[in-house]
Nanobody, 115 residues
Framework: QVQLVEYGGGLVQPGGSLRLSCAAS????????MGWYRQAPGNQRELVAS???????NYADSVKGRFTISRDDAINTVYLQMDSLKLEDTAVYYC?????????WGQGTQVTVSP
């Protein structure tokens, strides 16, 4: 069973940057397309970025040009570089497969963008 651990969140001012990491247990991680999701209070969880096992990326319009997803299969880790952060990026961020069935969700990492 793959376990996901997200970290790297924190409090940042608008315009700032953060780099999130997602470490996955299990040797089959590299065969899956992965995504970063976020959930703000009162909102549904949404997919903001995804990356295939061959490195093809895709982004939600709301983060395109500001966020960059990458992966290092050698250490079973997916990253999300977030630049030019906005107040509306405040949410709990999670990683998971971008297709069903998903792995069990991790605890997520809180990103708060505030002046």
């Amino acid at each position: 069973q793959v376990q996901l651990v997200e970290y790297g969140g924190g409090l940042v001012q608008p315009g700032g940057s953060l780099r999130l990491s997602c470490a996955a247990s299990g040797s089959i991680f590299s065969i899956y397309a992965m995504g970063w999701y976020r959930q703000a209070p009162g909102n549904q969880r949404e997919l903001v970025a995804s990356i295939t096992n061959s490195g093809i990326t895709n982004y939600a319009d709301s983060v395109k040009g500001r966020f960059t997803i990458s992966r290092d299969d050698a250490i079973n880790t997916v990253y999300l570089q977030m630049d030019s952060l906005k107040l509306e990026d405040t949410a709990v961020y999670y990683c998971n497969k971008n297709r069903l069935p998903r792995f069990p969700w991790g605890q997520g990492t809180q990103v708060t963008v505030s002046p």
